[in-house]
């Protein structure tokens, strides 16, 4: 079984400041790993994942995480946030086999202070 | 390429009433999951369907059931609705049950 913890409910961060959202996940088996993003009455877009290779990955708008297999981790960062990044972001897990059904967090609002 | 659609995007029922949801895939994808997302939580998997056969399956009532069409439009019903079924209904496609799914909008659904 999958579980994942998103540390923080909330961040709140101002304008051009960088910041981290933190997520840890518990698996016995391999997973890939992945970071949506839910804007205000919106669906989910999926912003990141983590397959294999490189454990740094990096999207279109700047934000970027790395995989770290020893600290069961996938922290999102970004270095300089816009008004544009208030947002909820989900952390989720996927086993490498079988439907690959995602186990989610329970999400992170990121609010930026102007 | 059509993103995954949904509808309606908003309904209210009331308890003990049935509802169908309704999701079309992007295009070229075969594969439909369907999830729950509460107020204020993550999304929770409901079931999967691939090439028309449910793949699998979450911790949800009976009560919730499914069907996908031969164009891989899928569909999603729930009978004798409780009103801890008031949530956000999302639908997400994918190529051969493969592990990147993309989201349609959601339909929100309040029972009364």
């Known amino acids: 079984a999958q579980s994942v913890t998103q540390l923080d409910s909330q961040v709140p961060v101002f304008e051009e400041a960088p910041v981290e959202l933190r997520c840890n996940y518990s698996s016995s088996v391999s997973v890939y790993l992945f970071w949506y993003v839910q804007y205000p009455n919106q669906g989910l877009q999926l912003l990141l994942k983590?397959?294999?290779?490189s454990t740094l990955v990096e999207s279109i708008n700047g934000f970027e995480a790395e995989f770290n297999k020893s600290q069961t981790s996938f922290h999102l960062r970004k270095p300089s946030v816009h008004i544009s990044d208030t947002a909820e972001y989900f952390c989720a897990v996927s086993p490498r086999r079988g439907n690959y059904q995602l186990i989610w967090g329970a999400g992170t609002k990121l609010i930026i202070k102007p | 390429e059509t993103g995954v659609t949904q509808s309606p995007t908003h309904l209210i029922k009331t308890r003990g009433q049935q509802v169908t949801l309704r999701c079309s895939s992007q295009s070229g994808h075969n594969t439909v999951s369907w999830y729950q997302q509460a107020l204020g939580q993550g999304p929770q998997f409901i079931f999967q369907?691939?090439?028309?056969?449910?793949?699998g399956r979450g911790n949800f009532p009976p009560r919730f059931s499914g069907l996908q069409f031969p164009n891989y439009s899928s569909e999603l019903n729930v009978n004798a609705l409780e009103l801890d079924d008031s949530a956000l209904y999302l639908c997400?496609?994918?190529?051969?049950?493969?592990?990147?799914?993309?989201f349609g909008p959601g339909t929100r659904l309040l029972v009364l």
């Open positions: 369907y691939y090439r028309e056969e449910e793949n």
């Open positions: 997400a496609s994918s190529l051969d049950s493969g592990e990147t799914q993309y």
């Open positions: 983590y397959l294999s290779g």
